[in-house]
């Protein structure tokens, strides 16, 4: 066989080689990038489990409450005395305010379109795991409540009670203006507009307001522009 011949056979299986591992390459399917899931937010200790409560409380889902309704101190200049609390309706905060224009910030859950409402008055007292009295006007709206209502004697403490762990009672003068700030187990409705006129926190977070505001403490709850009810 002649050199040539060899030759030509050698390019012709190089080409072939090409050819082949050309097409190889051809048929493979790029890689795309797959979309990495943000870590889950880790809970801070402030929002831990409360085993040793009455009735233990669970972790919140701090997944599913936006960091900006998480208890922090902030800056907040304000004309309110110390101690005063502020509740900023529009935004959804509660503030407790501290010494040298600081303040205590909470995350809360106001009153939904028609039960809104504003003005002044005092925490006249607070009370652990209270029972739930609905007012009438709330059974007269809602008769499946008629089992839990005044006349039956109210709904037993616990962690299903709509009050939670803590209630902070809100007068003016010697009258009981009927409104709450109180526990609540679903932490999720915090930052929004559920309730029936009352002031809703999470539950370590009201415990936390509890155990530093005083009976007797103004309150001041700022009205939504959207159209509140005023107390008078």
Same mark, same amino acid.
């Given at each position: 066989?002649?050199?040539?011949?060899?030759?030509?056979?050698?390019?012709?299986?190089?080409?072939?080689?090409?050819?082949?591992?050309?097409?190889?390459?051809?048929?493979?399917?790029?890689?795309?990038?797959?979309?990495?899931?943000?870590?889950?937010?880790?809970?801070? %200790?402030?929002?831990?489990?409360?085993?040793?409560?009455?009735?233990?409380?669970?972790?919140?889902?701090?997944?599913?409450?936006?960091?900006?309704?998480?208890?922090?101190?902030?800056?907040?200049?304000?004309?309110?005395?110390?101690?005063?609390?502020?509740?900023?309706?529009?935004?959804?905060?509660?503030?407790?305010?501290?010494?040298?224009?600081?303040?205590?910030?909470?995350?809360?859950?106001?009153? @939904?379109?028609?039960?809104?409402?504003?003005?002044?008055?005092?925490?006249?007292?607070?009370?652990?795991?209270?029972?739930? +009295?609905?007012? +009438?006007?709330?059974?007269?709206?809602?008769?499946?409540?008629? %089992?839990?209502?005044?006349?039956?004697?109210?709904?037993?403490?616990?962690?299903? +009670?709509?009050?939670?762990?803590?209630?902070?009672?809100?007068?003016?003068?010697?009258?009981?203006?009927?409104?709450?700030?109180?526990?609540?187990?679903?932490?999720?409705?915090?930052? @929004?507009?559920?309730?029936?006129?009352?002031?809703?926190?999470?539950?370590?977070?009201?415990?936390?307001?509890?155990?530093?505001?005083?009976?007797?403490?103004?309150?001041?709850?700022?009205?939504?522009?959207?159209?509140?009810?005023?107390?008078?």
């Amino acid at each position: 066989m002649t050199s040539f011949a060899i030759g030509r056979r050698t390019f012709l299986a190089g080409v072939g080689a090409l050819a082949l591992a050309g097409c190889t390459s051809t048929q493979q399917t790029p890689r795309l990038a797959q979309p990495v899931a943000p870590p889950p937010p880790v809970t801070p %200790p402030m929002y831990y489990a409360l085993p040793d409560e009455r009735f233990p409380i669970p972790e919140v889902d701090v997944a599913q409450v936006g960091r900006q309704w998480w208890r922090t101190e902030v800056d907040y200049p304000s004309v309110e005395k110390v101690g005063t609390v502020i509740v900023d309706t529009p935004n959804r905060y509660l503030y407790h305010i501290r010494p040298e224009g600081r303040a205590m910030r909470y995350g809360v859950g106001v009153g @939904r379109d028609g039960f809104l409402w504003s003005g002044r008055g005092h925490i006249a007292y607070k009370r652990e795991w209270p029972r739930w +009295n609905p007012p +009438n006007e709330m059974v007269a709206r809602q008769p499946e409540l008629e %089992p839990v209502s005044i006349a039956n004697g109210g709904m037993a403490p616990g962690l299903d +009670n709509p009050l939670g762990s803590r209630a902070l009672y809100i007068h003016q003068g010697n009258r009981d203006t009927i409104y709450r700030i109180h526990g609540s187990p679903e932490f999720w409705t915090i930052g @929004r507009a559920v309730s029936s006129g009352c002031i809703r926190m999470l539950n370590q977070d009201v415990i936390h307001l509890a155990d530093n505001v005083r009976d007797g403490s103004t309150i001041v709850v700022i009205p939504d522009p959207s159209g509140s009810q005023q107390i008078a």
